[in-house]
């Protein structure tokens, strides 16, 4: 199971990538995916939209179980990524790959929720 380094991770099994503009891009890890089994829906959150930290904002539907999706830091959805919702099997194929939406973060945004790679393949490891 792949967890890159480079990247930041919830304990609720979302990716951050911060990008160069200050924005963080969020998609759900390969645990997650794999956990759920083959995604057959996503609903994205509209562009425009306020979240905080640990709000669900998000849904991954598989053929067996339906999964929020949190916001990992207080932000402002500036993007979503239509081709996931359009073809949610593209999750399962590379769930690093296929991110789900873009925050602007808002205030000083809660880092500390965030964990690094090493941190997050040890919490997962406990759920094998």
């Not at 932000?75 to 939406?101: C, H, M, Q, R, Y």
């Amino acid at each position: 199971m792949k967890v890159p380094p480079g990247l930041k991770y919830t304990d609720s099994h979302e990716w951050v990538r911060w990008e160069g503009d200050g924005s963080a891009t969020v998609g759900i890890t390969d645990f997650a995916q794999e956990s759920l089994g083959d995604l057959v829906f996503v609903e994205l959150p509209q562009v425009g939209r306020a979240v905080k930290a640990g709000e669900a904002c998000a849904v991954v539907e598989s053929v067996k179980a339906a999964s929020d999706v949190y916001a990992p830091i207080d932000g402002e959805v500036l993007a979503v990524n239509p081709a996931a919702a359009e073809k949610p099997e593209s999750i399962n194929a590379d769930a690093f790959g296929t991110w789900l939406f873009r925050l602007r973060p808002v205030g000083q945004a809660d880092h500390k929720r965030l964990i690094d790679a090493g941190q997050y393949a040890s919490s997962i490891a406990e759920h094998k």
